[in-house]
């Protein structure tokens, strides 16, 4: 299996300040194929031999923005207990609802686009009700909670123009932490 040639931009790219435009539809094949190769790529980085082979950091979402296209698009491969994937191609999301109980991961977020070590919790909803829409322009909804949740809050920043640093309070990086629960 070949790694899709991606390019994904660091942190100190301007780009990645900027906030994402809507896409029409239909999505064109040339987009539909990217999709599906970010997908791959992030599978890909969730194996522990390939990731190794071609020096990857692991990584569960993407946004095109990540990869300097400003085009309200990102992709989930969750890897599954059995090794499968959940996969999502989420298109002009929006979330609709979330709960009032916060949560924050433990270890901390990652980013593909952040490489290096970052101190600090990023609050989250646990859980979120999102729209978005498929290829066609079909009106899609799905309900995500804990990992998938704080996943989804994370790529919608990232069309936002917002890096997960940027939601850590510099002066206290734990603030609130005691008010949340850790996943």
């Not at 780009?15 to 992030?42: G, N, R």
């Not at 698009?73 to 609709?96: L, Q, R, S, W, Y």
């Not at 994370?154 to 996943?183: S, W």
């Amino acid at each position: 299996m070949e790694l899709p040639k991606l390019k994904i931009l660091d942190e100190k790219h301007k780009i990645l300040h900027t906030t994402s435009k809507e896409v029409t539809f239909p999505v064109d094949k040339d987009t539909q194929k990217l999709c599906y190769d970010m997908i791959k790529y992030l599978e890909m980085s969730q194996d522990e031999k390939i990731a190794e082979k071609y020096n990857l950091r692991a990584g569960m979402g993407l946004a095109f923005i990540q990869l300097g296209i400003p085009k309200r698009i990102f992709v989930i491969a969750n890897e599954m207990d059995d090794g499968t994937f959940d996969e999502h191609i989420i298109i002009n999301p929006k979330i609709v609802s979330q709960s009032e109980e916060m949560i924050y991961v433990g270890e901390g977020e990652g980013c593909l686009s952040v490489n290096r070590e970052v101190e600090g919790i990023v609050p989250r909803n646990a859980r979120i009700n999102l729209e978005y829409y498929d290829f066609e322009g079909n009106k899609k909804t799905i309900r995500a909670r804990e990992d998938l949740s704080v996943a989804f809050q994370h790529e919608i920043d990232h069309l936002n123009g917002i890096l997960f640093v940027d939601r850590i309070d510099k002066k206290n990086p734990y603030k609130d932490q005691d008010k949340m629960r850790e996943l």
